[in-house]
């Protein structure tokens, strides 16, 4: 800068702007009135001298060397301002020019987008040619309509450009985006009409290869007009675009609605086979029942009279249905009672064994399910992610056509050793479903990093580096295991952006192993601890037999072994790519004479790259084991089969049945007794063994065929009532026994409580064995009706609501 005194102010601004190259438009006679400030040659470092511009409304720096900006302090007229390919490393320096409207820092070195806050009138940003990785710091420009990105380093868009809702032209090429659905984002910007993110002036976005990007842009931002600097406005080209994505959108729903009826036909298959696997030990439970009930009955009579029902009082006559039909034993045998009692123990002895049975089948069952809807679980995902990526994320269901199908399971075979297993059970594996992954996203990533190391190295070398590719398992976090969200995210966005472990080393590398046992032990080790200490039941380690492996193809590039005492991260291997770790060193490594060669081959690696390992197939498998899986199952098919309750000898189920039959054979024997289709009063005294209807306070009508309850109005004194093994299918003729304080109507048909009412005595509720199948209505009755009760049970109803 010229410091004279005796240069009068124009003098000095002309003589500053001749030294640095500055051209000027003066709109006054003064150089405090010029508007607009033009520099285009080299040699001018820093912004200075500003401050004799007052009005300054437009500045051009271009292709100079400054590094910082500055000295705009005072120029707070400023609309316009250009500092282009100069060497600015930092946006700042702004503050105080509030009146910004456009700001063009193109071909910097700027890194963040920050500073801007106070620019609230800016409409234009061109920060093109940079080196910004994030789209950030523009919260507040809510005025902003033109917005150049082109040239740098961003990957994700996200909902950062979500409050500037006036953009209308928006310029991301020659960036690194890759998801389709990362595009979508733009959806919520309602008025932009251009968008360029494969600019011919730029290197291409990774998206813009992909398949359906034209399609998939115009279908999900129908208002653009031009794209990728053609014009779009055309109404054919929008509906070509629309008609092409609902096609997809019809298509995809279609396969959804199959896996999902496919899964509805596997599960009502799965309860098909459940109930008449049930059928039997139902059977028996309701013939045990049945007689227990009868000689309670029959126990509590002798109790109450001191013999059989021979000995009645004269002033309470007996009619023909309540003589001594149902026991043809002697009534004056004193062991009578003993015989009964110990009758009874066996057969509740038998009942705990059959419905020990029940509990089993049902634990099996809910296995199955869990394991058949965890294996359609991820169908649906995937079929969803190809949607939504229209198809540049595509899952194929391998058969044993296919070569690939065949690769996966002998690769699987090669790296199973049995000597790993020993002390799990597990004496092979079984491959039940092999699914290829073909993301053209990851692909793309992988092929390009790929190739920069096949660019720098001969011919020989290349070679070499080829035979670096190498299949490996993925080795889940045991913690973690195999979450759908976590092997999901993996798959759409590969291993970078997937790791939610608080292990610091799995930020560092993915971790990978080439033998099962290094990667599927601990997740057995961890499921048996964790059940062991939940002390869940023990057919809930049936799950560790099926699991997930995920195959990728993994660059190993420079790799060397990792060296003690010393952590795994790219700070201490600094030229390398991968470090491996040989089985015998691992904390975990199984320890003993072994009879094979495996251990040596066995290594875990860490791949420094997440962008090298490519996730390239799930494999679904299930352990062979030396007791074999669901036996009860097994068992239980033999019984469907043969469809008789002839067992060949040595059968698992023939003894039970045998004991049954000792069981039921026992003393004293019960008869059929003549069953009752109605009640009259007649009835009801007799049965009460009196003539007054109010002495009544217990009654015993079980093992009858009625279906109604009439006349029991009368019975005010009633407590106790039983009317199990019946035809009821409700039970509102007991609304009235308001004294009533027990009540078992097991092993009936009630498919509702509506009229269950007024029972705000009763204790003993026994609901067992019916039909009731509303969970919540049927216990807001009781809740309502039934404010005293004590015991319930509702055992072995078909609820809708289990839980």
Request: with cysteine; proline share 2%.
């Amino acid at each position: 800068m010229i410091e004279s005194e005796n240069l009068h102010q124009e003098e000095i601004i002309k003589e500053l702007c001749l030294c640095n190259g500055l051209s000027y438009e003066m709109v006054g006679k003064e150089g405090s009135n010029a508007s607009k400030l033009e520099m285009f040659f080299s040699g001018y470092p820093h912004i200075v001298g500003l401050s004799l511009f007052p009005n300054l409304t437009s500045l051009t720096i271009v292709a100079q060397d400054i590094k910082e900006i500055s000295g705009l302090e005072t120029c707070l007229q400023l609309k316009e301002l250009w500092i282009a390919e100069c060497c600015i490393e930092k946006i700042g320096g702004l503050q105080e020019c509030r009146n910004l409207e456009r700001l063009y820092l193109y071909y910097n070195k700027i890194s963040k987008i920050e500073n801007l806050e106070k620019l609230i009138k800016l409409q234009v940003l061109w920060l093109n040619h940079n080196m910004i990785k994030n789209i950030e710091g523009l919260q507040t420009l809510k005025n902003l309509s033109d917005l150049n990105l082109a040239g740098n380093l961003i990957s994700i868009i996200g909902r950062c450009l979500d409050v500037n809702e006036q953009l209308e032209k928006l310029n991301l090429s020659g960036n690194q985006i890759y998801s389709f659905k990362d595009l979508t984002n733009l959806t919520r910007l309602p008025h932009l009409k251009d968008l360029c993110l494969n600019d011919p002036q730029y290197k291409t976005n990774p998206v813009c290869l992909l398949c359906n990007y034209s399609t998939h842009v115009l279908y999900h931002l129908p208002c653009l007009e031009r794209l990728d600097t053609f014009d779009v406005s055309a109404k054919q080209i929008k509906e070509l675009a629309d008609t092409t994505a609902m096609k997809k959108i019809m298509y995809y729903n279609m396969r959804i609605k199959t896996v999902q009826r496919h899964l509805n036909e596997d599960l009502e298959k799965l309860n098909d086979r459940k109930c008449k696997l049930e059928k039997l030990p139902e059977e028996r439970i309701k013939l045990f029942s049945f007689v227990k009930k009868n000689l309670e009955r029959e126990l509590a009579e002798l109790k109450g009279t001191g013999k059989g029902h021979g000995d009645r009082s004269s002033n309470n006559k007996v009619t023909e249905v309540d003589k001594p039909k149902n026991c043809e034993t002697v009534t004056e045998d004193p062991s009578l009672q003993q015989k009964i009692l110990t009758k009874l123990n066996a057969l509740n002895e038998r009942v705990t064994f059959w419905n020990k049975k029940l509990d089993e089948i049902e634990a099996i069952y809910h296995i199955e399910v869990k394991q058949k809807k965890k294996s359609h679980g991820l169908l649906i995902p995937f079929l969803l992610i190809e949607l939504e990526t229209v198809g540049n994320i595509h899952f194929e269901e391998g058969t044993r056509s296919d070569d690939w199908f065949n690769s996966c399971y002998e690769l699987i075979l090669s790296r199973f050793c049995t000597w790993d297993f020993r002390t799990y059970g597990v004496t092979g594996v079984k491959v039940k479903r092999v699914i290829k992954v073909n993301n053209r996203i990851l692909r793309l990533k992988f092929e390009e990093k790929f190739q920069k190391f096949l660019d720098h190295e001969s011919m020989h070398d290349a070679e070499s580096y080829r035979k670096m590719l190498e299949c490996l398992f993925y080795v889940f976090d045991p913690e973690v295991m195999v979450k759908k969200k976590h092997l999901l995210q993996i798959l759409e966005k590969g291993f970078k952006e997937s790791e939610t472990s608080k292990l610091p080393l799995r930020k560092e590398a993915v971790i990978l192993a080439n033998s099962l046992s290094l990667c599927e032990c601990p997740r057995i080790e961890f499921l048996q601890q964790k059940y062991k200490d939940e002390k869940k039941n023990s057919l809930e380690h049936e799950l560790f037999r099926h699991g997930i492996l995920l195959i990728t193809k993994v660059f190993l590039g420079q790799s060397v072994q990792a060296r003690e005492q010393e952590s795994i991260n790219q700070a201490n291997y600094p030229m390398v790519n991968s470090v491996f770790i040989p089985q015998k060193y691992l904390l975990n490594s199984i320890v003993g004479q072994r009879n094979c060669d495996c251990g040596f081959r066995q290594c875990k690696w860490f791949v420094f790259d997440h962008d090298l390992v490519l996730p390239e197939y799930i494999v679904e498998f299930e352990y062979i084991t030396v007791v074999k899986a669901h036996s009860l199952f097994s068992s239980f098919n033999n019984v469907i089969l043969e469809e008789s309750k002839k067992f060949s000898e040595g059968s698992i189920l023939s003894q039970d049945l045998k004991v049954d039959d000792d069981v039921m054979k026992m003393e004293p024997r019960i008869k059929p007794q003549a069953k009752l289709f109605s009640l009259d009063d007649k009835t009801i005294l007799s049965l009460g063994k009196t003539n007054i209807y109010s002495h009544i306070v217990s009654l015993n009508l079980h093992g009858n065929s009625l279906s109604k309850l009439r006349d029991l109005s009368k019975l005010t004194g009633l407590r106790k009532l039983n009317i199990s093994f019946n035809e009821f299918t409700c039970l509102d003729d007991v609304y009235h026994l308001y004294n009533l304080e027990y009540l078992d109507a097991s092993h009936n048909h009630v498919i509702t409580l509506e009229g269950f009412r007024g029972l705000m005595k009763l204790k003993h509720l026994d609901l067992s064995w019916n039909q009731l199948k509303k969970s919540g209505d049927e216990i807001n009755v009781l809740c309502k009706q039934t404010t005293s009760l004590l015991t319930l049970n509702i055992q072995h109803n078909p609820w809708q609501k289990p839980h």
